[in-house]
């Protein structure tokens, strides 16, 4: 069992920053790829980002490459989501996940969830 616990969201303006954060309890976090993924009202879950085990390789996807980096630190069992440049069309419930068997774009692969945390982006 892996819990995972996001932490971070909030209100920013267009062009400003935060930085999501997940922390993990249970199983041996390094034994985990991560991902983080979003959900607007009315929509579906989409892929945001994800990173290896080690953290040596992150995938990003199109809508934020260069603007969102996801990184971890592994001695703190935490994954993170630093975003800048932020877009209203960025405004959604922020979720990370786990996965045992390596790196996944599909959500449907991810074996733990977090509860999400509300990231807003006003014009």
């Known amino acids: 069992q892996v819990q995972l616990v996001e932490s971070g969201g909030g209100l920013v303006q267009a062009g400003g920053s935060l930085r999501l954060s997940c922390a993990a309890s249970?199983?041996?976090?390094?034994?985990?790829?991560m991902g983080w993924f979003r959900q607007a009202p009315g929509k579906e879950r989409e892929f945001v980002a994800t990173?290896?085990?080690?953290?040596?390789?992150?995938m990003h996807t199109e809508s934020v490459k260069g603007r969102f980096t996801i990184y971890r630190d592994n001695a703190k069992n935490t994954v993170y989501l630093q975003m800048n440049s932020l877009k209203p069309e960025d405004t959604a419930v922020y979720s990370c996940?786990?996965?045992?068997?390596?790196?996944?774009?599909?959500?449907?692969?991810?074996?733990?969830w977090g509860q999400g945390t509300q990231v807003t982006v006003s014009s």
């Open positions: 996940a786990a996965r045992f068997t390596g790196i996944s774009r599909r959500p449907t692969e991810y074996d733990y």
């Open positions: 249970g199983r041996t976090f390094s034994n985990y790829a």
């Open positions: 990173i290896t085990k080690s953290g040596g390789f992150t």
